[in-house]
């Protein structure tokens, strides 16, 4: 674990009702997180007013899915940052795999996203990592290192010291089928990660890993000096999975 605030939170993907939402939002109201992490969870769009409503002066902060470059404008099915602050979340994920292979987003868009969540004042959480060829082909780092460059090769130069997030999921690692990098390959992706992030924006870049994270796994990963938090898929979208998650993570800090 790096030096600094432990991000641990959850992407909600398609699932959750406003109600069930609601109910999740409601158990978190009465907990008191460890100062030293930094909870977040990222609803779907029809959730992130409600969720935000019910965790309003929390320290949990709400994010959204996913967003457009453009300010406004004919783009049929979009959401914009304006629209994502009005709704009351802070955060917002770009760049995610399932979003680059089936929705056609490349890193030349996610580095205009990058650049708009920025001017709007959103903390972009950026999402990177190998396929499971592009591992076997050895070009694992080739692949982070592009995908790093690309994202923030756009970020405008009054918000480099903005904070800026990375998530490294190994395509390989997430979803239902999905195989947990191990703590040790994690950790080196994360230190070349963080040597290339250095390199573009001047400054340290706090890098998150996220694939097949559970109760199980967890400490495992924090206690890597280069991983700076956990973005959790299924095994946080019930309330108590996410806070048994937070509180290995709060013992493995103290």
Known sequence: ?????????????????????????????????????????????????????????????????????????????????????????????????????NFGETDETVALKVATALRHGLTPLICIGETAAEKADGRADEVLDHQVRMALSSVPADYRQSTVLLAYEPVWSIGEGGTPATAAYAGERHAAIARVAQETLGRPVPCLYGGSVNAGNCRDYVDQPGIDGLFIGRSAWQADGYLKIVGLCADACA
Do not use: Y
């Open 1 to 101: 674990m790096a030096n600094g605030s432990l991000w641990i939170g959850t992407s909600w993907k398609m699932n959750k009702t406003r109600d069930e939402a609601r109910q999740w939002a409601s158990a978190m109201t009465t907990v008191a997180f460890s100062e030293r992490l930094q909870p977040f969870v990222i609803p779907p769009f029809t959730s992130i007013a409600p969720v935000a409503e019910a965790l309003a002066g929390s320290r949990l902060l709400v994010g959204a899915q996913n967003m457009h470059w453009a300010e406004a404008g004919a783009w049929t099915g979009e959401i914009s940052a304006a629209m994502i602050r009005d709704c009351g979340a802070t955060m917002v994920e770009l760049g995610h795999s399932e979003r680059r292979a």
